[in-house]
């Protein structure tokens, strides 16, 4: 095999290179979405105090 075409062959592909971190960054700017969302919602309902005292009266009672 003649050196050129042996050193393209055993070369690693460098046009991935930052597709990993670029796929992470999209990931968690996606995921920071949702959480902003969810605390617009979660403000205007009681749903989350809810669910904590449930949650707090169920420690509370197992303890007991």
């Known amino acids: 095999m003649p050196l050129r075409l042996r050193n393209l062959c055993s070369r690693p592909d460098r046009s991935d290179r930052g597709q990993t971190t670029t796929e992470y960054a999209i990931v968690l700017t996606a995921v ?7 605390g617009l919602w979660a403000q205007d309902t009681d ?3 809810q669910l904590f005292d449930a949650v707090f009266d169920r420690i509370v009672g197992t303890l007991s």
């Open 47 to 49: 749903r989350i105090g």
């Open 32 to 38: 920071a979405g949702m959480v902003a969302l969810f």
